[in-house]
């Protein structure tokens, strides 16, 4: 694994492999099947504290650098997808905060992460996908509170979240500029869970719809000020996508090495077929592919580290990573055979696994829209 991390990181990286290789990879297979939230398996995660990887030392984390991080989540994914995307979702919950958020919200949700909670991030709605400034949800002003009316749609974590950031329209009129945030923790009053998705892939990640019906929130549960929640939620998105990049060129490494596991032991006119150069072809872009989208994951988390801009660095890793991703999961599927396509085999799951991975945090035809953006300039 091409990543440069600390000697603690490394230490923590052997910890996750045996507990992914011990907890995670073969148990994943049933919860796979069956759709159940694997609670076990999170609370052992949550014994490790594999839920506060991102949160900053000052607030109780561990304190990090995000390629450290990202060389973890990519071990986790590598074991199941859909549990490296719940460890990361919970970081993603917490970035609107940790950007736009007082001292006393960071210190909050940073808290409720530390003691064994989840975060979710929720901006998307039924008619507001790519289209993020579309949102009904609104937020009304009464006195000292807001009372927030909508429901939101395919929120990762929304069953078993500690908190929520949530995005509502605090003036309609005013488009993506009428847009703001809000912090608001789980039980209360009018906030609950709707609708939970039976998913493709990833099922190992609770996806839900979160419903507000006259949900009253104090005025501190504004995150910044009224009207800079599309700001907040496109600065999350932009660090957001990086790791959803990592997550699926770790699908791709489990993808090829199981590839490369069966190629050398299916033996075909009279050979493994791996002795075949068209299957070496295969394998060899495989590893050009992950390695590229690892280095391009590595290199947006390094601008972040750094405080520089990273929103097309960002988009590219992520579209890249999840293209590949794709690509590399369709070969191992092909090189399997027909037995690539049998549910005893376990690379029909990446290939679901991996699907999902060029749509949510922005489709990959948006990521090509902001590179574009980014590219040509204003003009």
């Excluded at 000697?7 to 507990?19: G, P, R, T, Y």
């Excluded at 607030?59 to 490296?84: C, H, N, Q, T, W």
């Excluded at 996508?241 to 490494?253: E, H, K, L, S």
Aim: net charge neutral.
């Amino acid at each position: 694994m091409a990543y440069f991390i600390s000697d603690v990181a490394k230490d923590l990286l052997k910890d996750v492999h045996d507990f992914c290789e011990k907890e995670v990879k073969e148990q994943s297979k049933e919860y796979d099947r069956t759709g159940e939230w694997p609670k076990e398996i999170y609370q052992k995660a949550i014994d490790m504290q594999l839920q506060t990887l991102e949160v900053p030392k000052e607030y109780g984390g561990p304190g990090l650098d995000r390629v450290s991080v990202a060389a973890l989540i990519e071990e986790m994914a590598k074991a199941d997808a859909g549990f490296a995307t719940t460890i990361s979702a919970s970081g993603l919950g917490m970035k609107p905060v940790l950007i736009g958020g007082s001292e006393e919200q960071k210190k909050r949700a940073c808290k409720l992460i530390m003691d064994g909670g989840f975060g979710a991030f929720a901006l998307t709605e039924p008619g507001a996908g790519s289209d993020a400034g579309a949102g009904k949800t609104v937020a009304v002003k009464d006195g000292d509170s807001y009372v927030i009316n909508g429901r939101k749609c395919f929120i990762t974590n929304g069953g078993v979240a500690s908190f929520y950031c949530i995005t509502a329209m605090t003036d309609k009129s005013a488009g993506t500029r009428g847009m703001s945030m809000f912090f608001i923790e789980k039980g209360t009053p009018g906030l609950s869970t709707g609708h939970e998705e039976d998913k493709m892939g990833i099922r190992t990640s609770n996806t839900c719809d979160v419903v507000l019906e006259d949900c009253r929130v104090p005025a501190s549960s504004l995150i910044g000020k009224e009207g800079k929640g599309f700001k907040i939620a496109m600065m999350t998105l932009d660090q957001a996508r990086t790791w959803m990049g990592c997550v699926a060129t770790g699908i791709a490494q489990r993808c090829m090495e199981e590839a490369i596991a069966y190629g050398k032991q299916r033996i075909q006119f009279g050979k493994p077929i791996l002795k075949n150069e068209v299957m070496k072809f295969k394998i060899a872009d495989m590893e050009i592919g992950i390695e590229t989208a690892r280095q391009m994951v590595a290199h947006a988390l390094t601008l972040m580290d750094k405080g520089m801009p990273h929103s097309k660095e960002s988009a590219i890793a992520k579209c890249y990573a999840s293209d590949m991703a794709m690509k590399v999961a369709t070969e191992a599927v092909q090189m399997f055979g027909g037995y690539g396509y049998s549910r005893e085999y376990p690379v029909e799951k990446f290939m679901r696994d991996a699907k999902i991975f060029q749509i949510f945090e922005g489709t990959n035809e948006i990521q090509r829209i902001v590179v574009a953006n980014n590219t040509i300039g204003k003009f």
